[in-house]
């Protein structure tokens, strides 16, 4: 679940009685006629406990979306979820100053999130070496990366560094040359041969005993059929102990 922050402090009618929280996917028990977060009521029905409003045992078994009160929760504003962070507990979510400043409503929030700049992403070259950094700098990360890998590096290089760095040492790269690429090829082809043998040899193994339970299937299927049969002369009178 994202983390939310509210731009204004909810109405406690939008806001369930179990968690205390505004309303997360809000259904009506219609045994008692009160709204809970469904994973709220969900548990409170597993635990057996009752309505924290009216004391009457919570049942699952009868479930209705209350459309009307998401309706009012997905117009409420709030911060995207980029342009806050956990505060020092760790218990509440507070504006992130150097975060995305956008103020949307609750119900659109996929449209924007989805492609806001101020995301954290990993490097794709340094992953958690690099920290993690925003969309919109990762071009001037790149630059400066220390971890871009040699375009060789399948075949065995484990030079990284600068674009630059690499630009200048791909040049002089003992990986680079034929006879080496031949070799670490002709070593990856043999160990796609034996991988696919050992699959072969997996599947045959399958089908003998597929080939088996199939046989131990039709003696069973005729055990009962014959049984059937008996009991149908059985019920016809035709047999007697």
């Known amino acids: 679940m994202k983390p939310t922050k509210f731009t204004e402090k909810s109405s406690t009618s939008l806001c369930c009685p179990v968690c205390k929280r505004v309303f997360c996917e809000p259904v009506i028990s219609v045994k008692c006629g009160h709204t809970f977060c469904k994973r709220c009521i969900l548990q409170l029905a597993e635990d ?15 479930l209705v979306p209350n459309r009307a009160l998401m309706a009012q929760i997905d117009d409420l504003s709030i911060h ?3 342009g806050i962070k956990s505060n020092d507990n760790g218990d509440t979510w507070e504006v992130d100053s150097e975060g995305c400043p956008e103020i ?12 806001c700049q101020f995301e954290l992403v990993q490097c794709t070259y340094g992953g958690k070496l690099c920290n993690s950094i925003r969309k919109s700098e990762l071009d ?10 040699c375009p060789f590096n399948e075949f065995g290089c484990t030079f990284r560094g600068t674009q630059s760095a690499v630009d200048s040492h791909k040049g002089n790269c003992s990986c680079s040359s034929e006879l080496h690429i031949q070799t670490v090829t002709m070593t990856q082809l043999k160990e796609l041969k034996s991988a696919h043998s050992d699959l072969e040899q997996q599947l045959s193994s399958i089908q003998k005993q597929y080939q088996l339970l199939h046989k131990d ?10 049984q059937a049969k008996y009991d149908m002369c059985v019920s016809a009178g035709q047999y007697t102990d």
């Open 80 to 82: 995207c979820c980029h």
């Open 140 to 149: 001037r990360h790149f630059k400066n990366c220390t971890h871009i890998p």
């Open 217 to 226: 299937n039709e003696k069973l299927l005729s055990i009962v059929n014959e």
């Open 104 to 115: 949307i409503k609750y119900g659109k929030r996929d449209e924007h999130e989805s492609s």
């Open 48 to 62: 057996n406990g009752n309505c924290p409003l009216d004391n009457v045992l919570c049942d699952s078994s009868t």
